[in-house]
T-cell receptor, first 115, second 115 residues
């Protein structure tokens, strides 16, 4: 069975600095998708970034980028120029190539941004 | 505006009662999902549906039921058989592409509390 692990329950970063959130996963599938979702205090899950496993190029979305290491099964999220609005819980999620649509979530990392 | 709506935002249930959580989407998505989130944890899949009048159990379906009579709607009923229903419930939807589910987008959630 696939699993997703986020080993950092809490992280903090100074405003305007850069922070990296870690995620590792375990799977025997060769084709899959990985996601980072943000859950602010409102608790709505917001898609931050998506990576397709067959693409070697790391995904980027404005200040958010990933470091995808397929062989190491690692998928970290880098937030550059951190802003106060980035404070939230961040979840790493895995979606296999089967058509069930099931997302497997990590336990989450709470990010604090200090002014 | 296109999006996913959930109602109510807060719901209180007495012991032994069934309650129904609403989820509606106007994104023309094919697939819809229900997840449960407990404090400090990631999301777990309850049920999902890829087409009207068809749905499948997720990892924690016991004590829950769903229906999919319309493409836009996927209500979740929490029955009295659910032993610990107090949680945050999130609905999501996605397109199907080539038989595989695409990125999932989430509604704002419903907080259910058993009194």
């Amino acid at each position: 069975a696939q699993t997703v692990t986020q080993s950092q329950p809490e992280m903090s970063v100074q405003e305007a600095e850069t922070v990296t959130l870690s995620c590792t996963y375990d799977t025997s599938e060769s084709d899959y998708y990985l996601f980072w979702y943000k859950q602010p205090p409102s608790r709505q899950m917001i898609l931050v970034i998506r990576q397709e496993a067959y693409k070697q190029q790391n995904a980027t979305e404005n200040r958010f980028s990933v470091n995808f290491q397929k062989a190491a099964k690692s998928f970290s999220l880098k937030i550059s120029d951190s802003q106060l609005g980035d404070a939230a819980m961040y979840f790493c999620a895995y979606h296999g190539s089967s058509n069930t649509g099931k997302l497997i979530f990590g336990q989450g990392t709470t990010l604090q941004v200090k002014p | 505006d296109g999006g996913i709506t959930q109602s109510p935002k807060y719901l209180f249930r007495k012991e032994g009662q069934n309650v129904t959580l609403s989820c509606e989407q106007n994104l023309n998505h094919d697939a819809m999902y229900w997840y449960r989130q407990d404090p400090g944890q990631g999301l777990r899949l309850i049920y999902y549906s890829q087409i009207v009048n068809d749905f499948q159990k997720g990892d924690i379906a016991e004590g829950y039921s769903v229906s999919r009579e319309k493409k836009e709607s996927f209500p979740l009923t929490v029955t009295s058989a659910q032993k610990n229903p107090t949680a945050f419930y999130l609905c999501a939807s996605s397109w199907l592409a080539g038989g595989y589910t695409d990125t999932q987008y989430f509604g704002p959630g419903t907080r259910l509390t058993v009194l």
